[in-house]
């Protein structure tokens, strides 16, 4: 039937051409955005997933940062520890040349007293972000350090932080108000050799020595500083060079835990920059819009439009041939 109230063909041309413009403004946005999921109406579990997936994503940024400050002060306190070891070993050597007969011990005193200035100056100096592992003015101890090292995330959805943690009353060289607790101002007591099993052992009693003590001038009641006179006598001596190579050793088991963490923190830097590179890849392959199949789409949505358009106008065009029958 042929009505001029009703025009069944443009309606039906009318509804497909919404339904192409519509389609037309969705692609429009893929392609203007770059995500085929922007909002939690697109699709509402892509999207809280890739929104939690992000924010868990800056949190890991954050942990990236605090690895490299971390990294930092480790390769601060490494740098002055490995100084000090090389010191350390100069004032082993120069202890050793005192032992030569018709040696000027007092000279190589006055070598070994800036010896011992440099260390003091190196552990002072190893501050980084106002923290120093090696020196301490405080009263109470350094302790232990932590450093942000990965956020978690559990399969219940409950968040952690992990940290790397160091001890650095192993690392702590000169302590100011406890001389106990710095490897380098505490007593080292050693112990002599029994005369009666070694018959070429010293007969000095046992000593305790101290190679830098920096509450006052002379070393506690019953101890001895590492300091040569005239007539500092070779037992002395081979004492203060037992003392030097047990601070050593000490020094050497600091320094090999320090690179130990330093080892650890860079696999952990590059462990987050992978992952933060696959949670990226993984939030994409979820929300990200396919450009080529966007623009594909978007060139058959024109041409059906242009289609529509003609199609309506076609559809209208049905009341102006009723007109012609009532033509004379």
């Known amino acids: 039937m042929t009505s001029i109230m009703t025009n069944t063909a443009a309606m039906a041309a009318l509804h497909t051409l919404r339904s192409i413009n519509n389609n037309m403004e969705d692609v429009q946005a893929r392609i203007s955005s770059g995500y085929r999921v922007e909002t939690a109406a697109d699709n509402a579990a892509y999207w809280s997933i890739a929104t939690t997936m992000r924010s868990d994503n800056a949190a890991l940024s954050t942990v990236q940062d605090a690895l490299g400050l971390g990294a930092a002060k480790v390769d ?3 740098s002055a520890m490995s100084a000090s070891i090389d010191v350390i070993s100069e004032i082993k050597a120069k202890l050793v040349a005192a032992r030569e007969p018709g040696v000027d011990k007092t000279k190589i005193n006055k070598e070994l007293t800036e010896l011992k200035n440099q260390l003091a100056s190196a552990s002072e100096s190893a501050s980084f972000s106002g923290e120093n592992w090696l020196y301490n003015e405080s009263t109470d101890a350094v302790g232990v350090k932590s450093i942000v090292a990965s956020f978690n995330r559990s399969t219940s959805g409950s968040v952690s932080v992990s940290t790397l943690d160091y001890d650095t009353s192993t ?8 001389t106990s ?16 099993t070694d018959p070429t052992a010293p007969t ?15 070393a506690p009641t019953g101890s001895k500083l590492v300091e040569l006179a005239t007539d ?10 037992s003392a030097v190579d047990a601070m050593l050793s000490t020094l050497t088991d600091s320094a090999a835990t320090l690179g ?14 992978n992952l933060m590179d696959v949670i990226d890849k993984g939030v994409g392959r979820l929300v990200d819009a396919d450009m080529n199949e966007e623009s594909t789409r978007l060139k058959a949505l024109q041409t059906q439009q242009q289609l529509g358009v003609q199609a309506l106008s076609i559809a209208n065009t049905n009341s102006e041939n009723i007109l012609r029958l009532f033509q004379q």
Not at 171 to 178: H, K, T
Not at 232 to 241: A, R, S, V
């Open 232 to 241: 500092t006598t070779d037992d002395d001596i081979d004492g203060m060079i």
């Open 204 to 218: 000095t009693a046992d000593a305790t020595y101290h190679l830098l003590y920096v509450s006052g001038s002379t």
């Open 171 to 178: 690392s702590i060289l000169i302590d100011v108000q406890d």
């Open 76 to 78: 601060t306190s490494y």
């Open 260 to 273: 130990a963490i330093t080892s650890r923190i860079d696999m952990q830097e590059n462990f987050v920059a």
């Open 181 to 196: 607790r710095g490897q380098l101002t505490k007593g080292v007591e050693v112990v002599q050799p029994d005369t009666i």
